[in-house]
């Protein structure tokens, strides 16, 4: 049983980044985190066995959010995906959750969604982390 739950910030702007990664280390998460799809997709191939959840901006420069989604799915079908973007309309939501996304938040988003969001994500998985740091289930 892992040790430590590890997300993954995948968003153009570095106050995001800051921001999300803030935000999920008060509850006890590791926060790794890519300025873009390219540099986040060579995180996820070096070790996709040490990322549990993925928080991806859609709109980003050089390689989409959605072709980094593609990338994910082909990489490891079970890493947790939620996608957020400033840019939120029904059908790119609905385009993601085709393509596999596990969620959608848009931006602006307070830290409570944002732990509620990610919360509920580790939990349809990982029911037995009762030990995980951060993860603050009882048995």
């Known amino acids: 049983m892992p040790d430590q739950v590890n997300i993954l910030v995948i968003d153009d702007e570095q106050i995001m980044r800051e921001g999300c990664s803030r935000i999920l280390c008060k509850d006890g998460w590791a926060v790794l985190t890519a300025e ?4 986040g997709l060579d995180q996820i191939q070096a070790s996709p066995e040490k990322i549990d959840v993925i928080l991806l901006d859609l ?3 050089g390689i989409s959010g959605m072709e980094v989604l593609d990338h994910v ?7 947790l995906v ?13 385009e993601a959750m ?19 969001v990610v919360r509920r994500a580790l939990l349809t998985t990982i029911r037995s982390w009762s030990g995980v740091k951060g993860f603050g289930m009882k048995s």
């Open 36 to 39: 873009n799809g390219k540099h």
């Open 59 to 61: 709109m980003m420069p």
């Open 73 to 79: 799915r082909t990489i490891d079908p079970n890493l």
């Open 82 to 94: 939620i996608v957020i973007t400033g840019y939120a309309t029904v059908e790119s939501a609905v």
């Open 98 to 116: 085709k393509k596999g996304a596990y969620d959608f938040i848009p931006k602006p988003f307070t830290p409570d969604q944002l732990r509620i």
